[in-house]
C-alpha cells in the first residue's frame, strides 16, 4: 500500500502541532461539557496527555474527530468520576457552572447541563462545535441515525426547558 504524502506527514504529527491546532477547540468542547473553567483547563491538559499516550496508534485520519472524542471520553470519566458523585453529592451539575458567563447565557448554560449526557455530547458538538452529523458519528461511535436521534432529543428536551425558546 502506497500513501500520499500528506497521509504520510499527518501520521508524523507531534504533540505540539496536536496542540497548536486544537487547543482553543478541546478546551471550548470540555468548558461546554463540564461547565466549570478550571476543570475544562484539567480535562484540556488530561486530553492532549491521552492524545500523547496513544499517538503512535493514530492512523493519521480524522485527527480533529479523533482528538475531539479523546476530549469527550475524558469528560465523560470526570463528570462520571466517583470524586465527582461525591462531590456534587446530588446537585446537579448546573450548580458547578462558573457564575462569569454573562447572565442571559446562564439560563441556556444551566438547560444545556440538564439534559441528559448523551443528548447533550451530541448537541454541543453540533451546535457549539459546529460538527456535521457523519463528524459526530465518527466522534462518538456511533452511527448517524443515533445523533440525529440524540439531537432531536437534546432539542426537544432544551425547547421543554426554555419554554419553547430555543430555536437551535
Not at 496542540?19 to 468542547?29: A, E, G, I, K, P
Not at 486530553?47 to 496508534?57: D, M, Y
Amino acid at each position: 500500500m502506497h500513501l500520499s504524502e500528506e497521509a504520510v506527514s499527518i501520521s508524523k504529527i507531534t504533540l505540539e502541532q496536536l496542540v497548536d491546532r486544537y487547543q482553543d477547540l478541546v478546551f471550548t468542547l470540555c468548558y461546554r461539557m463540564v461547565g466549570n473553567y478550571c476543570e475544562a483547563q484539567d480535562l484540556t491538559q488530561e486530553t492532549f496527555l491521552a492524545a500523547w499516550r496513544a499517538l503512535e496508534r493514530f492512523d493519521g485520519q480524522y485527527e480533529k474527530a479523533w482528538l475531539c472524542r479523546i476530549a469527550v471520553n475524558t469528560c465523560r470519566d470526570y463528570l462520571r468520576s466517583a470524586w465527582m458523585r461525591r462531590t456534587v453529592r446530588g446537585e446537579s451539575a448546573a450548580a458547578l457552572i462558573d457564575r462569569a458567563a454573562a447572565p442571559e447565557d446562564i439560563g441556556l448554560t444551566e438547560a444545556i447541563f440538564s439534559l441528559p449526557l448523551k443528548p447533550r455530547e451530541a448537541l454541543l458538538l453540533r451546535y457549539y462545535q459546529n460538527f456535521s452529523v457523519e463528524e459526530i458519528a465518527r466522534i462518538l461511535r456511533v452511527p448517524r441515525p443515533t445523533v440525529y436521534a440524540r439531537l432531536s432529543r437534546a432539542k426537544k428536551l432544551l425547547n421543554d426547558a426554555l419554554g419553547g425558546d430555543w430555536d437551535g
